[in-house]
């Protein structure tokens, strides 16, 4: 188990560290959206009826690759709507109102941009964890390594957010805290999370039991003793309701709902989320990440008729680019990614350069979300095209 000390450790390195990286991404939102172009935003403004102040930061973020204009409007508007409700809306005057949009817009970038990059990174280990749990009766000390995993995952990654969350949004609770985490971590609708919550809940708390047997029937052992006891706090607090539920059970349920690399940690009935995936009997080596794909692709379509090849690999490239905007990647960041596995997998020795990502991203710069994931397509093809290739496809 994780000792206290060591847990509020990193809890407090992490707040210390979430505290200078909004300070930071609220400076550059605040500077950017000044030089923001007044027609674009005015377009955007009349197009969903919307404040200028709103229609400037829903244009950044859209610019960002982090979701459409109309996806950040529709956040924004959810929370000013929140605030109204409550009896604290936000005053119907410039300046006022691009303070809201600044400051909500800071958490819709971190949320879906950085935030959800870095879970899907830490909840790997978890994964592995469990997954060594699906027999019936696992040893303690596996049982000891996962709760310690997803404690440490809870408290010292999530809750210092959750904190930081609700301290920022006046009068939320624990219920708003996961309509907002929800689906950035899931990828579900609203009204989907809202109908699996509950359900959710007892799942996480019927693992806990699992767990707690474990070390109920290892008596002699103090970690195991210790470990019970927080365990037995902890699904207490998960009997709450949805809206009166503390930040560590919140954080918990959070990481409960965090879907698992597929093939690894969903092989356990308590914390699957998605459905579990095999590749049946095939004796080739498993696919895990999109670049494992996207190299397969790649030498795929070498071996087709050259006039399939462009329409063959645009799909596939495409495909890569949605899948790594939906984890939380801008468009941008999706192109770069693409273009770095690929000069390591195909050993190229002609590496492109700051200079050239730079030319990448002024390439994407103001256009729809729609029209980025086209061009981002394109400049990977044709990097494929000239540097795997050898200059036709």
Sequence with gaps: MIKDPDLEKLTVASRQKLVQEFADTFADLSERARRAP???????????SCSFQIASIAYLIELDGIMSAREAIVLLSQELERLSLIGDPVPDLPGNVMEFALREGKWIQYL??????????????????????????PPIEKAVS????????????????VEAWMEEHPKSTSDDVL???????????????????????????????????VFTEASDSATADLSAKRLVVLIDTLDESLDKLSVEATAHL?????????????????????????RGDKAEPDLASPF?????????????????????????????IRFLKYQGNSVFDGVERCVRELEERFK??????????????????????D???????????????????????
């Design 254 to 278: 959070l990481v409960h709902i965090t879907p698992r690399p597929s093939g690894r940690g969903d092989r356990s009935a308590y914390v699957a989320v998605s459905a579990a995936s095999t």
């Design 146 to 161: 996962v709760l310690a995993s997803r404690i440490k995952l809870a408290q010292a990654f999530i809750a210092p957010l």
């Design 348 to 369: 190229v020795q002609d590496i492109t350069g700051e200079e050239e990502m730079e030319q990448y991203r002024a390439e994407l710069g103001g256009l729809t979300m």
């Design 292 to 320: 494992d794909f996207l190299e397969r692709d790649v030498r795929l379509a070498k071996r087709r008729p050259e006039e399939e090849r462009r329409d063959y690999l645009s799909e596939k490239i495409g495909r890569v």
């Design 179 to 213: 309509a907002s985490f929800g689906p950035v971590i899931t990828g579900w609708k609203l009204s989907t999370l809202r109908g699996r919550l509950n359900q959710l809940k007892r799942r996480n708390q019927a693992f806990l039991r699992m767990l707690g047997s």
């Design 371 to 393: 029209e980025q994931e086209g061009k981002a397509t394109e400049i990977v093809l044709e990097f494929i095209k000239k540097q795997v290739m050898g200059g036709t496809l």
């Design 38 to 48: 007044t027609s674009e935003v005015e377009r955007i403004a009349e197009k969903y």
């Design 112 to 137: 879906y941009g950085k935030f959800v990059r870095d879970l899907e990174f830490k909840i790997r280990e978890v994964a592995n964890l469990e997954s060594s749990l699906d027999d019936e009766s």
